[in-house]
Nanobody, 130 residues
């Protein structure tokens, strides 16, 4: 059975860095797409970064470009979200998710929403203080 486990959240001062991890259990499809999302209180979940596992194709939301990256360690079935130059506006609950092959971009999340994303982790809180 597929399940995702996130870790690495916490509290950090503005300008600092955090690295989130997402271990994907039970999903061996190398063509899968993994994404990181965040959700502000009272708002809808939004896409932050995506990676097409087999070709390491990545896309980012404009709000995080140049600050966040989404590296992967295929040997450990793990996708990371490296967050640098954090700002208070990055404070949110962060989730990773996986989906079957298909569009694997931030733009596709805006168009199609969250329904194509089949598997979700439990979330990890990130708090950035000023």
């Amino acid at each position: 059975q597929v399940h995702l486990v996130e870790s690495g959240g916490g509290s950090v001062q503005a300008g600092g860095s955090l690295a989130l991890s997402c271990v994907v259990f039970g999903y061996t499809d190398s063509t899968a797409c993994v994404g990181w999302f965040r959700q502000y209180i009272g708002k809808e979940r939004e896409g932050v970064a995506t990676v097409a596992i087999r070709i390491s194709w990545t896309t980012y939301a404009d709000s995080v470009k140049g600050r966040f990256t989404i590296p992967q360690d295929n040997a450990k079935n793990t996708v990371f979200l490296q967050m640098n130059s954090l700002e208070p506006k990055d404070t949110a609950m962060y989730y990773c998710a996986a989906k079957v092959p298909g569009r694997c971009t931030i733009a596709s999340i805006r168009r199609a929403g969250l329904s194509p994303w089949t598997y979700w982790g439990q979330g990890t809180q990130v708090t950035v203080t000023s």
